[in-house]
């Protein structure tokens, strides 16, 4: 099949070219810099970056750190052909592009899988596996590939899993979704339709990209899998499955196979009126079983993020607990309303946390198509006990609409950097009024936080659970021995403060109180960041310079 790849080294559009400058402050949710005091005492500068390619479409998909920079892919269509294409970049620490390819022609669409996790590692620290899918349009052929570059953009081989065809009767639409490495092959995860029947299929392949077997399982229920995790004794998969005569139909979908490909359980979780929007991620815990994450939907009132813990033997769930939960819907309530939390990432960190990533909704467009909230990325941070400890929310400036169309942000993988940080890909759509997309843009949104979420040159105040006008005062600030906590209400307060790297230095419960007077010598000079909450539902947060 013919193919061509096309490289680009020319910079990207910036942030910083005619409608965006990136220190601001969008209405009361966005997180508020202060720029000259941090670059004063030698932070590294705003890391925020709208990323175009020649004016595609584009929409960022999966991110992985490399030595010197992260490696991204993005589901983009070319304007030239009006095909979708794989769309490859490099990135260094700064978030400035090195280099960027796509692979495009005529013939033949390149797209992603549906979920975004399509980079897969291989023995040399500098090549990975792009996997995907592509539509002949001569043949009307859908065929699943695997892509392997190098890290610096030299395609070196394209394998297409045609063999699909000789090896099942009436195939039609082959798709692939997801992958891991596991037990020296590469797994992937994916559907397709035969004789009329939708079938889940599952395809091994050697560490060469090449094929080796596939097995295929009947469902009367459509399955879109979405992550699937090397769990050291099998892969487990995790899915969103629906009712095809009624989509709103769906529960969250969990399956187990050995590396054979022998299903050992299945579990799987529905409700009346309470579609599951499925699982993003599955992470083997330290006593054996699993923990997943997705996001539930509750009928007329919310979309909130969901996580639980299955036991590995038996797929049983053993626990589940919802985070910002709406007891109903109020669109019109702004400052006490969190209806959509939605996560597209669940990742657990270094210090035993875990992070997710994805969409929410704010009242941050005045006067906007979509009503009195609108479409922001988000991150959630939870303890290692799954307790959370901030939300956070983002929007780039001149983010706006037309009335017939309203503006998307969110964000859709990240990876955590060796000194705490996080770097999160993701999506921008909104209104610009001029460019190559009828005055829209659709880019991949780039951005770089620190491990309490702030942008890395900081942030002021925090979010709260929900939308809060109020905050705590910190003074003196610098501090060199006292700092003074002045609380918006009278209650039991847990403090802690963390250092930059994001290790718990401190932690209080202090007395029932609107004020509180905090030593601070023990602590070396620098940069704190002090986390307040009560109640379990309001957490404020605050930084501190010890001097």
Not at 9 to 32: D, N, V
Not at 168 to 173: A, W
Not at 494 to 509: A, E, P, R, T, V
């Amino acid at each position: 099949m013919y193919y061509s790849l096309r490289k680009s080294t020319q910079p990207s559009r910036s942030f910083g070219a005619g409608w965006f400058y990136p220190f601001s402050i969008m209405r009361q949710i966005l997180i508020s810099i202060s720029f000259s005091l941090f670059v004063s005492i030698g932070q590294c500068q705003q890391f925020e970056t709208l990323y175009d390619y020649n004016g595609f479409s584009n929409d960022g998909g999966s991110i992985v750190k490399i030595i010197d920079g992260y490696f991204c892919t993005h589901l983009a269509t070319d304007p030239e052909f009006m095909d979708y294409t794989v769309l490859m970049s490099k990135f260094n620490e700064s978030g400035e592009t090195l280099w960027d390819t796509t692979l495009t022609n005529s013939n033949t669409e390149y797209f992603e899988p549906g979920w975004y996790q399509s980079i897969l590692p291989t023995e040399n620290d500098n090549v990975k596996w792009i996997l995907g899918n592509s539509h002949d349009a001569l043949n009307e052929l859908y065929t699943p590939f695997l892509l392997r570059t190098s890290v610096d953009g030299e395609l070196q081989q394209i394998d297409f899993l045609d063999t699909l065809y000789n090896l099942i009767p009436q195939l039609l639409n082959p798709t692939i979704f997801s992958g891991v490495v596991a037990n020296s092959g590469i797994y992937l995860i994916g559907t397709h339709a035969a004789n009329s029947t939708i079938y889940f299929l599952l395809i091994r392949c050697d560490l060469e990209g090449n094929f080796e077997w596939q097995q295929a399982y009947s469902t009367n229920w459509t399955i879109i899998p979405q992550c699937v995790t090397d769990v050291g004794d099998g892969i487990v998969l995790g899915a969103k499955r629906f009712n095809p005569g009624d989509p709103s139909d769906s529960e969250r979908y969990i399956r187990k196979f050995d590396y054979s490909g022998a299903s050992l359980w299945t579990s799987t979780y529905s409700a009346p009126q309470e579609p599951n929007l499925g699982v993003v991620s599955i992470t083997k815990l330290d006593n054996g079983n699993y923990i997943f994450a997705g996001t539930k939907f509750i009928d007329n009132v919310s979309i909130q993020p969901l996580i639980g813990e299955l036991n590995a033997t038996t797929g049983d769930t053993l626990w589940t607990r919802l985070y910002f939960e709406s007891e109903e819907y109020d669109p019109n309530n702004l400052t006490d309303f969190n209806s959509i939390n939605r996560i597209h990432r669940f990742k657990k960190l270094s210090d035993g946390g875990y992070l997710g990533v994805g969409e929410c909704r704010h009242d941050i467009i005045p006067d906007s198509a979509q009503g009195p909230l609108d479409n922001a990325a988000f991150m959630m941070k939870l303890d290692s006990e799954y307790n959370l400890l901030w939300k956070r929310v983002y929007v780039p400036e001149g983010y706006a609409e037309l009335d017939a169309s309203p503006a998307q942000c969110q964000l859709n993988d990240f990876v955590e950097n060796e000194d705490g940080s996080i770097t999160a890909l993701g999506r921008v759509y909104m209104y610009t009024g001029t460019g190559p997309q009828g005055g829209y843009i659709q880019d991949s949104y780039l951005i770089k936080v620190d491990s309490q979420g702030c942008l890395i040159s900081g942030c002021d105040v925090g979010i709260t659970e929900y939308e809060n006008l109020e905050t705590i005062l910190v003074y003196p600030n610098p501090t060199s021995e006292l700092v003074n906590l002045e609380f918006p209400c009278t209650a039991k307060w847990s403090i802690s403060i963390f250092d930059m790297q994001g290790k718990l230095m401190n932690s209080i419960i202090t007395p029932q109180c609107k004020k509180f007077s905090m030593e601070m010598q023990t602590l070396h000079a620098g940069i704190y960041t002090v986390v307040c909450s009560y109640s379990g539902d309001k957490i404020f947060t605050q930084r501190i310079i010890k001097e």
